[in-house]
């Protein structure tokens, strides 16, 4: 079983719809990261959690530490929206790498 | 900068050939991290720096790869004796976590082939 575990692996929608991304892990972690990887391969950093929630225009992003999970919303998602979603986590040793789900595959038709 | 530079984007090697793959951390950030991505979704650790130390060598196949981070220079990351399995993306990112700062920043990549 890998400590980081997302959910849906794929995901399909239609433009306008709200979407959620969930992210469970199974380590105690310092902070959980969103990313964003776009076809191209570039990754960009969306959130950065150690509590609670942030939001980013319309992507909003919540962790519960008790429950070890953390979900990514997106509202009124837009087809410029598809891209892999990773959650990675970083553990509680002070060594700062990153730990990666498998991703979820987000494709919003229009 | 504001970005990690990488170089180059793309690199192709014939099996048994060295690559070497540079990064440019964001000036002021005290950590770098390799990671490398095979397949789509599978990300390993290879090598993290705090400035020029090595701070987590966990990740990193000792026989041939090695890597460096010297002061006023680009890090790098070099493989000897490149495998047909050593093709995969390498992510270089950078980082000053003090806390409350949002500060993990990904490069672009390099591709590597070996061919």
């Known amino acids: 079983k890998n400590e980081v575990e997302q959910s849906p692996q794929n995901l399909t929608a239609q433009e306008g719809e709200f979407i959620t991304i969930n992210c469970s892990y199974s380590v105690g972690i310092s902070a959980l990261h969103w990313l964003q990887q776009h076809p191209g391969g570039g990754i960009v950093s969306l959130f950065m959690?150690?509590?609670g929630k942030k939001k980013h225009g319309r992507l909003i992003a919540t962790i519960n530490i008790q429950e070890k999970h953390s979900s990514l919303h997106i509202t009124a998602s837009h087809p410029r929206d598809s891209a892999v979603y990773i959650c990675?986590?970083?553990?509680?040793?002070?060594?700062?790498?990153?730990?990666f789900g498998q991703g979820t595959r987000l494709t919003i038709n229009p | 900068g504001e970005e990690v530079a990488q170089t180059p984007k793309h690199l192709v090697r014939g099996e048994g050939q060295k690559a070497k793959l540079y990064c440019a951390p964001i000036k002021g950030h005290s950590y770098v991290f390799w990671y490398q991505q095979v397949l789509k979704n599978e990300f390993k650790f290879l090598i993290s720096?705090?400035?020029?130390?090595?701070?987590?060598e966990t990740g990193m196949p000792k026989e041939r790869f090695s890597a460096k981070c010297l002061p006023n220079s680009p890090c790098s990351l070099e493989i000897q004796a490149t495998k047909l399995e050593d093709s995969a993306v390498y992510f270089c990112?950078?980082?000053?976590?003090?806390?409350?700062?949002?500060?993990?920043?990904f490069g672009s990549g390099t591709r590597l082939t070996v061919v």
């Open positions: 990675a986590v970083m553990g509680i040793q002070g060594a700062q790498k990153l730990v």
């Open positions: 959690l150690s509590s």
């Open positions: 990112a950078s980082s000053q976590l003090s806390r409350g700062l949002d500060g993990y920043t």
């Open positions: 720096f705090q400035n020029e130390n090595v701070f987590d």
